[in-house]
């Protein structure tokens, strides 16, 4: 099967993992083994977008508004991307995947951003899927970043702006999947969203599986885009 078939000619997906809290409040657990699950949920996810051929697949880990939950909840979120980054690292470098991250990665914990940084340069020449981790992302955050930074060059253009944004040079976002029920994109690639179609599911985050994104996706190959044509 040819990649563009497995994903139904999409190339980039993005997703607001949604529901660990919930998923561990069902279970009387305490919050954090609801983002450990969660982790456990990416790393399967992430294999199956390698094995279908998936150009991009951006999860959304850390919101600029997420730095108001409670400190110990941050903290727990940090360690379990840098475990999640310690474990994978390896297999990302031995199966051509390529580590990006939007948001301003530079505000977190000295150690998560050495870290990151170190992952992003091992995997930087691989060419297969791309991870794209948003973290401290906000859009409106990165849209006033490129534009700002569009301005400083010439005219405002869409192009213009298009060209800072923290995913210039990726695929275009063609499908946007949020989990757990909540029908809103909280601030999340609200530029890369304008012609991306939509998927919602009540589906808790932690018991997402590659076959709810295959789902999606054959959801998305059903679909008609017009981008505004008919
Ligand atoms: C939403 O659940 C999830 C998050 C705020 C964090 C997502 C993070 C992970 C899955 C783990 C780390 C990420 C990577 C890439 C390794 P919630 O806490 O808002 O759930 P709730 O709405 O049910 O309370």
Partial sequence: MTAGRATHGARHVAIIMDGNGRWAKKRHLPRAMGHQRGVEAVRNLVRAAREMGLEALTLYAFSTENWRRPEDEISALMGLLKRYIIADID?????????????????????????????????????????VIALNYGAQDE???AATKAAAKGPITP?????????????????????SGEVRLSNF?????????MWFTDVLWPDFTPDHLRDALAAFGQRERRYGGR
């Fill in 91 to 131: 297999e990302f470098v031995a199966n051509d995947v390529r580590l990006r991250i939007i948001g301003d990665h530079s505000a977190l914990p000295a150690d998560v951003v050495a870290l990151l940084d170190d992952a992003l340069a091992r995997t930087a020449g691989n060419d297969g899927t791309t991870l």
């Fill in 143 to 145: 849209i006033a970043r």
């Fill in 159 to 179: 192009a213009t702006i298009e060209a800072e944004l923290d995913t210039a040079g990726l695929p275009p976002l063609d499908l946007l999947i949020r989990t």
């Fill in 189 to 197: 690639l609200l530029w890369q969203a304008a012609y991306a179609e």
